[in-house]
Structure formats: C-alpha cells, structure tokens
C-alpha cells in the first residue's frame, strides 16, 4: 500500500512539473485539466457536456435563435467547480474545441 502512495505522489509530482512545460498560450485548456486535477471521469462529462450544447446550438441556430445566453448559463451551471466558466471557454477555443460555440460564448461574455 505505501508503495502505491509512494507512487502516485512520484506521478503527481511528474505531472506538475510537466504542466510548468506546457505552453499555456498554445494548450491552455489541457494546461487547466492538468493544474485543476481533473479526473477522466470529469473530462468526459465536460466533453459529453459540450456535444450537447453544440448540438443544441446547431439545433437553435437552424431555427433562426440570435441569442443562445441560455446556452452559457447551462454550460456554466453544470460545469466541475473547479473550472472558471470564462477562463475554460478561452481556453476550449484557443485549442479549436468547438470553435462555433465557443464564439458564440465569447460574444456574450464580451458583450
């Protein structure tokens, strides 16, 4: 047992001195994932997160919508706690995650 611990703490230590590497102008959304300890079991709740409200998106823009606030307000209300909804959505569209939606979320935080 104290050797796995031993072990994750070696990881845990690799993987924070990796995420200092890690250029946060061209990857700052993996450079979030890595500092914010996010779990793969959250990663993928994020991402199955984010295809539904492209989907919605699409879905909403296909009928005409010009304002999808409330599709923010979703994104940010079942984000993990330990994302900053703005700084997240920088930083997804800065590595071309769902560059459309993104967009769309940067002009209603800029607005």
């Known amino acids: 047992m104290l050797i796995n611990e031993e072990q994750n703490e070696t990881i845990n230590f690799h993987?924070?001195?990796?995420?200092?590497?890690?250029?946060?102008?061209?990857?700052?959304?993996?450079?979030?994932?890595?500092?914010?300890?996010?779990t793969k079991s959250d990663y993928?709740?994020?991402?199955n997160m984010l295809n539904e409200l492209e989907r919605q998106y699409k879905k909403q823009k296909e009928e005409g919508f010009l304002d999808f606030s409330s599709l923010l307000v979703q994104f940010a209300g079942m984000l993990?706690?330990?994302?900053?909804?703005?700084t997240l959505v920088y930083a997804l569209k800065?590595?071309?995650y769902y560059p459309s939606l993104?967009?769309?979320?940067?002009?209603?935080?800029e607005s």
């Open 44 to 47: 993928e709740k994020l991402f």
């Open 15 to 38: 993987l924070q001195l990796l995420s200092r590497t890690i250029d946060m102008n061209r990857f700052p959304f993996t450079k979030l994932v890595i500092e914010k300890n996010i």
């Open 80 to 86: 993990n706690e330990r994302f900053e909804p703005t």
């Open 102 to 109: 993104m967009s769309e979320f940067i002009k209603i935080l």
């Open 94 to 96: 800065k590595e071309g």
